[in-house]
């Protein structure tokens, strides 16, 4: 039986796929099992307990831990839910599914597109005034993310300029 060979940009596109779906695995399993550590990250982010302290910005501050933990489970298992969208558009990449493989993945990089752009950069960073703390200022990883995401994501695009599909 012979098959045909892989094109080199779709095997890219499966393998930045399955580093990102790992990579964002990782980061739901450390958020999972050492809880608290990004909790308190959460936490004084939301209170801006560690910003300039301007009252005009003050108002935004969320204190309440009940809201607190709610916003921070809540990134959790939109982390988990978005490694396991990029799993299984990787398993697709594998299965050479190119169409699904490729919408499939899309939906997974948008979902951490707007965690890390829309929640952590513009939210975060801006409306909590992330970017005023010298201790709990997450805009640097943030924007790593971002970026590969989105850098995996054009080229998962580009696969669907050929007709392999």
Request: proline content about 1%; glycine content about 8%.
């Amino acid at each position: 039986m012979t098959t045909t060979p892989r094109n080199p940009l779709t095997v890219t596109a499966a393998l930045l796929t399955a580093t990102v779906a790992l990579y964002i695995a990782l980061v739901a399993f450390g958020n999972i099992t050492d809880f608290g550590t990004n909790q308190a990250f959460v936490q004084h982010v939301l209170a801006m307990d560690t910003t300039f302290k301007d009252d005009d910005l003050m108002w935004r501050a969320i204190t309440n831990k009940g809201l607190q933990n709610t916003a921070y489970v809540a990134i959790i298992v939109w982390e988990t839910v978005a490694a396991l969208v990029l799993v299984y558009g990787t398993w697709l990449w594998a299965r050479r599914e190119n169409a699904r493989a490729r919408a499939v993945s899309t939906y997974g990089l948008l979902m951490l597109l707007l965690l890390f752009g829309a929640g952590f950069i513009a939210v975060g960073g801006e409306w909590f005034s992330m970017w005023q703390s010298k201790t709990w200022n997450g805009l640097d990883a943030a924007l790593r993310v971002f970026v590969l995401s989105g850098v995996v994501l054009i080229v998962v695009q580009l696969t669907g300029r050929g007709s392999e599909d």
